[in-house]
């Protein structure tokens, strides 16, 4: 808004309500054009535009804030902040694939049958000997932790953020269904529980974690970094990139979100086809969004025909 002189606000929290309540509706679509061809960064890549997964959270964030100013807020007079909500008329990005053809891509980079157990087995045995020396100082301290950060994953399909914000508190790993607690998109609470085989992974970390990181038994936060003799909770983008560090080394790239899918594939398949437990397990609110989960198992129904 400041860069087309929308508005005259001379930095973001200098924008008023009133210059929300008057966006037209034009200025709207020109800020979701410009993310669609706006120039890429730090890529070699000659096309320009961001990804749609790069721009429909900021989309949808938007959407949300409008919502909120539009029919949930209230002001001195009892009306809402502004009474114009110019966003609900911006569509999010869509996909141009199908779901067929989004289950072929998504299957490629899936673990799934017992090939989860490889790649843990792959980081904790062979992944050392793929590094230089400086690097293995580093893996070697964290090693126990990554495991366990994978096995996590695997073993419950929570989302990235979930896994970053869990607390010592929320892991019930003893009782004898294990969960954990999560805070789930809309901060709604859930309990998860988790696959038994991967659990192990999980406990040696924790029983190792004070060792490691000396400062985290003053932490809440299950998953912790340690840098410059600061332990800190650890971030979503350093899981991210040890996520596709190991796997490009595995030689099978993928980002942590392709975790959650394995184990919904997995469950999705060893379920009878129970749509309605899959989505219990990722806490999806739609069922629409297990669809894809349908695909993927029919694409590899036609992988293994062709082997019979």
């Known amino acids: 808004m400041r860069t087309t002189k929308v508005t005259g606000a ?24 410009y993310q669609l061809n706006r120039p890429r960064l730090n890529t070699k890549k000659e096309n320009n535009g961001l990804s749609k ?36 008329k911006i569509p999010l990005v869509k996909d141009g694939r199908t ?41 070697k301290v964290n090693k126990v932790r990554d495991l366990a950060i994978i096995a996590l994953f695997l073993a419950s399909g929570i989302r990235l953020s979930e896994l970053c914000n869990l607390n010592l508190s929320d892991l019930h790993l003893d009782d004898e269904v294990p ?32 060792t490691l990181y000396p400062g985290s038994e003053n932490l809440d936060a299950v998953f ?9 909770r ?36 060893k379920s009878g086809h129970d749509t309605q437990m899959v989505q219990t397990q990722l806490g999806q609110k739609s069922p629409n969004a297990t669809q894809l989960y349908m695909h993927v198992s029919e694409t590899r129904q036609e992988n293994i025909l062709k082997d019979l």
């Open 234 to 269: 650890i971030n979503t983008s350093t899981v991210e990139t040890l996520v596709k560090r190991y796997s490009a080394a595995y030689g099978k790239p993928f980002s942590p979100h392709k975790l959650r899918h394995s184990i919904a594939t997995d469950l999705y398949e």
């Open 99 to 139: 779901l067929q053809t989004r289950a072929r891509t998504i299957g490629k980079k899936l673990l799934i049958n017992g090939e989860a157990q490889v790649f843990l087995d792959f980081v904790e045995k062979e992944y050392a000997k793929k590094i230089t020396p400086h690097q293995l100082a580093y893996f």
């Open 10 to 33: 001379a930095s973001n929290r200098d924008i008023t309500l009133s210059d929300l309540e008057n966006l037209s509706l034009t200025d709207a679509q020109l800020y979701k054009e």
């Open 179 to 210: 969960s954990i607690k999560v805070t789930r998109k809309g901060d709604v609470e859930d309990d998860v529980l988790l696959r038994i085989r991967f659990l192990h992974y999980i406990q040696d970390y924790l029983n190792r974690r004070p």
């Open 53 to 88: 997964s790069s721009i429909n959270p900021s989309l949808s964030a938007l959407k949300s804030l409008f919502k909120y100013l539009s029919s949930e807020s209230e002001g001195k007079n009892g009306k809402t902040l502004i009474t114009r909500n110019v966003m609900e």
């Open 224 to 232: 912790v970094t340690a840098r410059a003799g600061k332990v800190n």
